[in-house]
């Protein structure tokens, strides 16, 4: 039972508010169930509330689990066996005693409803688990999209098959099989990326837990690798024939960031390509998005890599002495600075994907204007990106400092490119980016260069971060 | 019971002294108000191989990278190679080949490259080492560094710092994952490179088996301070362990010059000595009525005493 008690408390404990939310989420639901159920639609709000707090309580528990679930924990005695305990008494929580409830109420369609719940809850594990699960659901949005009377004679229909509850209990294994597998399967580990690299196909941002790869996540990473190698080679040749200071400053940035050369930006953003254009025919067949929020949103994928150089350079610290050792950098602020300039070229990296974004996005939604956008996207996803470095490098350690800072920054980029927009539009593209240029780039540069003397300014460090 | 006497202070060499490679004054390091290191003062000359001593926690691994400029130092001064270590200085880091205690580098990056890219960097590389020592210890140039195991790793991080063919090579226990055959042959390496003139080795090790290979110097730390530094030929020479022994046991120790340390243990009186002749220790035991043990101690017997 303590094992039961400790396994709950593991997303709990490490996301807290999740935690709550679902679990409030739960008990408002079966409150529904329980008191407004004989007056009015309390039984579809109650399923609606507790299908929500499910799917993402139950994302939450398999991020927490897939971390979790390292060879070394299966050598607790019993694990499987308390994790399979825990798992029932989890689907009695959230799918046994609600159906039972609306059983017991006489709630029409109990049976089928606790089917989708458990449905819910299997989604939401699978999709924690594996990340690519989710992309199975995409056919029947398009479908949904494209077809919805098709869609709503199926489900009329299915509503009166009697092989509609068995086939979606059959579905709902069948996600919990694909999810448990390879939590449960004890495997080699992979050997770690950069940490400095987190936006490549196949690497999770949120967690330093070893990365669960797909068998098309594995091939993406060997061509990432292969083209990394690559690009260390050509840099290592051209720095031998002649080793000038750019020559040794890429040398270092083929280190520190291998996956940030020519080839392996154009290899990143077909691959976005792809997934943006599919979720584009899933979104877009519905309702019409205004074109510029697709700008908005192509300049915050940019700034999504930013959070990542904070976290990397912490844990790259160790790492970091061999660096030192081998540049042998004649002050420590020339060290400081080799680093500083080496990570500067995140910022032209990001620009030129949110354009790339942006263009696609264009291409996608048949903009009206499109050259605004991609002024405005040029001139805030640089100025945003000179932020984001800097108040990443030099900013709070601690993921919660981490986190606000972040929060600030994507705030600040949104606001100033909605005003972007609306100076360009209102005042044209001279004088409109001319003034956006001048205030978002001023302020860009102006935070760039104080955030870059203050590292200069501070020691090197070489310890571990604390975990 | 264990009473430990001050270590009596040699007198000065009449040989003259080469020039020190690292000399270090007054140096203080503590974390969180846990003071490590306190007044470390500690002088290596050229041309030794110097094992550093030390129990867990005493701060072998904190005062290695204070030396190299890895970790901010809160008072005291050190110089490298004659020069203040107040800057790394450009050139001189190469002079300098480390090999830290855990080798988890870049385990995104192949040997090949790593070891390419560390090239790169330095005026004097001896590809035919680096070449030899991987394929004599078998380590795969093709292999990512994360797929390695932590003996191998350690392999490449010897091999990366020796490759230099550096002048100052410091060690940090880098033997621990090393397998037997793997650590004879490291130790056979290391003092064949660093047997020419003006090389000098800091090790930091608690198999004392490889120092006594090695015959090096050996510089204690304990309580923070670099308790002495002594070559372990003249340590064993003068040093001996001797136990007395008697039915009544021992309350206090006897008085007698040249003791180092005196621990009672049951009926036995063990004593740590220095410079004590035989002669003496007979008649001490004739004195007491006890029976008389003399055995010549190992390194690891001397440590276990004096650490």
Known sequence: MRSIVQLWLLPN?????????????????LASLALVTPHAEGAAIGATLLAVGS???????????????????????????RLAAFGLADAAIWVGLPALLALALHVPHAALGGTLLLLAAAM?????????????????????GWMPGLVGAVVHGALESPLTLP???????????????????????????????????????A????????????????????????????????YRQQPTAARRRTLVRRLLLPHDNALAILLRLAIMAVFATLYVVVALHRRHFHASVVGAYA????????????????????????????????????????????????????????????????????????????????????GGGLVALAVHLIGPQNAVGRQLVNATVLMGTMAMYWAGVALVDALGYVFGGGLLALVVLGFGLGVWFAAQREYQRREPCFDAPLA | MATLLPFPVQPAAPVKEPAPVLRVQGLRKAFEGREVLRGVDWTVPAGRVIGLLGRNGAGKTTLLRCLLGLAPVDAGSIELFGVPMTEPGGERLHRVGFVPQSFDLFPWMKVRAYLDFTAAFYDRWNHALAARLLDEWQLDPAQKIGRLSQGQRQKLAIVRAIAPEPDLLVLDEPVASLDPQARRAFMAELLALMGAPGKTVIFSTHITADLERADADIALLRDGLIHFVRPLAELKSRLCHAVLSRPAGWTTPPAMAGVLKARVAGASLHLLLEDVP???????????????????????????ELA
């Open chain 1, 167 to 205: 086939l979606l209990l059959l579905v709902a294994l069948l996600l919990l099989r694909l999810s448990l597998h390879p939590m449960l399967r004890i495997t080699d580990r992979p050997p770690d990326t950069s940490p400095l690299e987190g936006l490549s196909v196949g690497r999770g941002t």
């Open chain 1, 207 to 238: 967690t330093d837990a070893a990365p669960r790869r797909s068998a098309l996540g594995r091939r993406f990473e060997g061509w990432f690798d292969a083209i990394a190698q690559r690009a260390m080679e050509q840099a290592l040749s051209r």
């Open chain 1, 299 to 382: 300049v915050l994928i940019a700034l999504a890599r930013f959070p990542q150089i904070g976290r990397g350079m912490q844990r790259m610290r160790p790492n970091l002495a061999d660096l030192y050792l081998t540049l042998a950098p004649t002050t420590r602020t020339q060290y400081q600075q080799t680093l500083a300039d080496a990570l500067l070229v995140l910022v032209p990296i990001g620009t030129v994907s949110a354009l790339a974004y942006t263009v696609l996005g264009i291409v996608l939604t048949h903009a009206t204007q499109p050259w605004l956008m991609l002024l405005v996207t040029l001139i805030v996803a640089t």
């Open chain 1, 55 to 81: 799917w993402f309580w139950h994302l939450g528990l398999a991020t927490t689990l897939r971390s979790a679930c390292q060879p070394e924990t299966f050598l607790l005695p019993a694990f499987r066996r």
């Open chain 1, 13 to 29: 404990r490490q996301m807290p508010l999740l935690g709550t939310v679902a679990h409030l989420l739960w008990l408002a639901a």
């Open chain 1, 124 to 144: 939401g594990f699978a999709m924690g688990v594996e990340r690519w699960i989710s992309l199975l659901f995409w056919p029947l949005l398009v479908l949904a």
């Open chain 2, 278 to 304: 035989a002669e003496r220790l007979h008649q001490l035991a004739k004195d007491e009525e006890a029976s008389l043990r003399i055995e010549m101690p190992t390194l690891e017997d001397l440590f276990v």
